[in-house]
């Protein structure tokens, strides 16, 4: 019988879910007082990782490391050392989340409004102060999450020369995903200057290498893949993560808000610089230029404004584009893994069934 | 000839300050791309990261490996490892100025004011949004110089085993600093509630441990230290670090203005939770205690408000309070490096005129 992607993911999480909630248990634990302030936060921090998401990220680590390992010998650090990209990812939707004022993160509050309700909770302290006070705890609470996912790494039984290699790998991804930041914020003062080419290089350096290279090159040398099987994962990885954002921001603006969880107006009320939009604002008419940038980052747009925008990026072939590459994305990124040999089915066929979900999943 | 700390320090601060203009560059150059917004930050980060400091930490990385040497066989790569303080120095100072709205650092703009100055030289950005996006920049620029610690690390040619003990040190500091932070920011909501034994906790894990122990740690580890003689270095470590802490309030409110680059009012405009505040109000009148809570946080202090301050503190015995405590840390950090036999001398001297240094100095 195929596999089925969403169920693989679902099991693997439930393993996460559970190794997360010990990790931070022992932290707490550690502290020996929960009502210490830092307890607080740990817990605050241990509630926001567990609250949502698909776990994506730690099930790269666990199939690129089966992808070369028959019996799991060492199964329990790989798992251990699964969460280091969850811990990551709670790292950089944090910050993220206080640079774009986004009050709402997988359908609870942010960090940072947590922190701020929280300070607004405790007595003598102004509104406007709380909201000083929650942002900057926030950015605390996201540093603590990174310097946990360095903690988890060190804290597995693993050789130190693949303990080593693992954190090298992760330090450098960061590297990497800041790089990307700092692109995707300053490319925000100036949308229309964003070309095709600088987006999807936003795409594969903010996400496609800590979202899935880097996950499963951690993975796999702790299988201890070589250097050329990990540079083969890297080219399945990276078209396969701009297709992945590719693809978000298709939903993004023609999905079903109801699997989506965020109307169809959102990406437009953010401003958010798509390629759906980059390619629409190509090829429109001045007419329809006019409109696409008046509505991208109004903060009140309307239903029929959305239409239009949808309506057009139709008429301009866009949204077309758009599907197509990420269609040629993924089959780029299957092309590449025909290159691995001799390695675990199960693994390859996940990797296999994870890029044909990308095009088919509907949320 | 008596050594002179702080000649030894000037001494080394010229060579630190040549490897981290050559590891920003390296960065730089990696970009290929002068105008490209991420080389822009990683300018800002060189400038702010250079332009003020004595480099303690990575003279305490120099000296710790001294001890353990006669020969300097690694001293590039010690170097190279001893800047990852400085990087983690900058990750703490960006973000602390965030949180605390603290606009100068080192004689300059603290580094959220220089990218809201550079937003504001941008096209078509109001203030407001110049000062939230150069607060967003900071905090990846924060991000950066911390992911750029544990690169230098990595980017030695130290054994693996030397590397991976040297990040786990760094991380594990890390975790403690943070923790610190959280303590510091959270006393701010009810101040009169922290005890002498809360701030002296603040001062181990926010300031004494990455100060002091950590670098100093690093360097011995690196020189191949035995773990009774990390020990040891811990034990002289922290004492020094909170007496560093609390001579530096001390210095605060009773220092030479000149000298020390800002005023006695700073401390108390600041609202700075220092062990004299704790002690004088502990000991205080009535009539006296209202006067420092009347006078502490607020930003319009008058030279007389400072004056009246002043003399509470020493009438009600806490400056001498303060001034003891320090000189028995100091004391007790000095007793534990006669435990230290078969060292460097020299290295040794240091790490004895440093802590006496401590007490001497006037800025």
Redesign the interface.
């Given at each position: 019988m195929a596999m089925n992607v969403m169920q693989e993911l679902g099991n693997y999480k439930k393993i996460v879910d559970s190794e997360l909630e010990k990790f931070f248990d022992s932290k707490i634990e550690e502290?020996g007082d929960p009502d210490?302030?830092?307890s607080t936060?740990i817990s605050f921090l241990k509630e926001y990782t567990l609250r949502g998401g698909k776990r994506i990220r730690p099930a790269f680590t666990y199939y690129g490391n089966l992808l070369f390992t028959e019996a799991d010998s060492c199964l329990d650090d790989v798992i251990k050392a699964s969460i280091a990209h969850e811990l990551k990812q709670a790292y950089y939707l944090i910050?993220d989340d206080?640079?774009d004022?986004s009050d709402e993160r997988r359908g609870g509050p942010s960090m940072h409004k947590m922190l701020e309700e929280w300070?607004i909770q405790?007595n003598?302290?102004s509104h406007e102060e709380a909201r000083?006070?929650g942002m900057?705890?926030a950015?605390?609470a996201g540093?603590?999450a990174?310097?946990?996912a360095?903690?988890t790494i060190?804290q597995t039984g693993l050789a130190?020369?693949k303990?080593?290699a693992a954190?090298?790998i992760l330090?450098?991804t960061?590297?990497d995903t800041?790089?990307g930041?700092?692109?995707d914020?300053?490319s925000?003062?100036?949308p229309e200057m964003l070309t095709e080419d600088e987006l999807l290089n936003i795409h594969l350096l903010k996400s496609a290498k800590y979202t899935i290279e880097s996950p499963l090159q951690i993975g796999a040398l702790l299988a201890g893949a070589s250097k050329e099987q990990l540079k083969i994962l890297s080219k399945y990885a990276l078209p396969l993560g701009q297709a992945f954002q590719v693809q978000d921001d298709n939903l993004g603006l023609f999905g079903d808000e109801e699997k989506l969880g965020k109307p169809a107006s959102s990406d437009l009320a953010e401003g958010k610089k798509t390629l759906l939009i980059i390619k629409a604002l190509e090829n429109a008419k001045h007419s329809e230029k006019r409109i696409i940038n008046e509505y991208l980052g109004n903060p009140n747009i309307t239903e029929s404004m959305v239409k239009q925008v949808q309506d057009i990026v139709k008429s301009t072939g866009s949204l077309d584009y758009s599907v197509n590459l990420a269609k040629d994305l993924i089959n780029e990124s299957k092309e590449y893994l025909n290159q691995l040999e001799n390695v675990n089915p199960e693994a390859k066929e996940f990797l296999e069934k994870f890029a044909d979900y990308m095009l088919d999943r509907d949320y």
């Open positions: 502290i210490n302030p830092y936060v910050h206080i640079t004022r300070y405790q003598g302290i000083h006070q900057s705890m950015i605390f540093d603590l990174n310097s946990f360095y903690d060190s130190v020369v303990k080593n954190i090298e330090n450098n960061d590297l800041l790089h930041q700092v692109l914020i300053l925000g003062i100036e």
